[in-house]
């Protein structure tokens, strides 16, 4: 009697068993049943020009409910400023990437002045610096001749750089202006404090790129990563290694 219930038992486990496995193979084939018809469903909206217009309305859909993209910081312009009061961080790169040569007109042989610092600084980032001073033409500083004017510089100027003031930016403007096809100059670069819309806007009639009241020793320096080291706000977050303008 123990034998037979021990055999009953036995059968009904292997029936037990035999069933979840047809029933694991109904789903198998129900899946696999499901995804042939999406893809004769698919194939059939390539060939159809309604069900494929509908596809591509649904995903341009699904694409407006996306949040934007974020924008890079420094690239774009605040409320309320205007076109000579901030420069977005891609623009002063850019010209300081393409730049080889600069003229510093008002260019000091003292070394406490900043235009030394700055000719300085930027010949050691390779930057061709060409001294400009009236009252020190023929003189020499950081091992380059120094020029009476802008006439004067042979070969190329790829960047006027005006260490003046604001009132005598307009007549440095005009020289440059006159040289620019001579010297190939093609960015005009005021100081920081220098500032003259009209000359602006004559230079950039003339062909120019205009940059006012920025210095291109900080700006190389800001998008380098020099200045984060030094604990200054360089208004530049990221993990990665910064590059300078020019590598």
């Known amino acids: 009697m123990a034998r037979k219930t021990t055999s009953r038992a036995a059968g009904a486990k292997t029936a037990t068993r035999k069933k979840a496995s047809a029933t694991r193979g109904q789903k198998t084939a129900a899946r696999a049943a499901a995804a042939n018809r999406a893809r004769e469903k698919a194939s059939a909206a390539k060939g159809n020009p309604k069900r494929r217009a509908a596809s591509t309305a649904r995903k341009r859909s699904s694409a407006e409910k996306k949040p934007p993209a974020k924008r890079v910081a420094g690239s774009r312009r605040p409320a309320g400023l205007g076109k000579h009061e901030w420069y977005p961080d891609s623009h002063i790169r850019e010209i300081l990437k393409n730049v080889r040569s600069i003229a510093f007109v008002g260019a000091s042989t003292r070394w406490l002045r900043p235009s030394y610092y ?62 620019t096809k001579e010297k190939d100059v093609k960015v005009l670069w005021m100081q920081l404090g220098v500032r003259d819309d009209e000359a602006a806007a004559r230079a950039e009639a003339a062909g120019l790129t205009v940059i006012m009241n920025r210095c291109p020793k900080i700006e190389y320096g800001r998008l380098s990563g020099e200045l984060s080291t030094a604990g200054i706000n360089s208004r530049i977050i990221t993990a990665k290694t910064v590059r300078g303008p020019k590598a």
Do not use: C, H
């Open 118 to 179: 700055a000719m300085k600084y930027l010949q050691k980032k390779g930057f061709k610096i060409i001294p400009i001073n009236p009252a020190r033409g023929g003189d020499t500083v950081l091992g380059e001749t120094v020029y009476a004017n802008l006439k004067d510089v042979p070969g190329t100027i790829d960047m006027v750089d005006i260490f003046r003031t604001s009132e005598e930016a307009g007549g440095i403007t005009d020289a440059a202006i006159a040289v």
